[in-house]
């Protein structure tokens, strides 16, 4: 996604995305699901239209903390598909919710979502991939290759000369520092 260092600076809906979040490291539970999130609703769709949905998607979700969304049943997707501030596509809501029950079991046994992920790394994208699939639902190479390059375990969310690299390569994202306990990690 190179061409996004190029696009979002400056622009009104991509600039702080690209310049605030995209790349950055990221360990918070709620954050991490709600970036999932954000790249099952993308799928077919431009990373635009999220973004402009991005605020009404968070509040029809409760903030996409899983386990309210894990608790939500037919009449919540009813509701959800009704809600004009969201992508209201149905596979779409149903894997959202899908995935915040499976995110339970995945937090029983790691700790965290965080936790989880970081216990894989490192892994090639096809291993990531072949991972999330076994684990959560709705997740294309595509959808699994964004959201980790969003949370800084695999490289390519900004390329060297982009002025954000510097400042994501500060935090030391997963795929900077390697394995863990890799440069004392």
């Not at 696009?7 to 009104?12: E, I, K, L, R, V």
């Not at 037919?74 to 149903?94: F, Q, S, T, Y």
Request: charged share 25%; net charge neutral; aromatic share 12%.
């Amino acid at each position: 996604m190179n061409w996004y260092c190029d696009a979002a600076p400056g622009h009104p809906v991509h600039g702080p995305y690209h310049d605030e979040e995209y790349g950055f490291p990221v360990a918070d539970d709620r954050v991490l699901f709600e970036r999932l999130c954000l790249e099952i609703f993308q799928a077919g769709l431009s990373w635009l239209i999220v973004l402009k949905k991005r605020d009404g998607l968070v509040a029809a979700f409760d903030g996409f903390r899983p386990d309210a969304v894990a608790a939500y049943g037919e009449g919540d997707v009813a509701r959800l598909l009704a809600d004009g501030r969201i992508i209201r596509n149905r596979r779409k809501i149903e894997a959202v919710i899908e995935n915040a029950r499976r995110l339970r079991a995945v937090r029983a046994g790691f700790g965290s979502f965080a936790g989880w992920i970081a216990a894989h790394h490192p892994l090639s994208k096809d291993e990531w991939v072949a991972l999330f699939r076994r684990t959560f639902v709705f997740m294309g190479g595509e959808v699994v290759a964004e959201f980790l390059m969003s949370i800084g375990y695999l490289p390519g969310a900004h390329r060297e000369t982009c002025p954000v690299f510097r400042q994501v390569a500060e935090r030391r994202p997963a795929w900077m520092a390697g394995p863990p306990g890799a440069n004392g990690g």
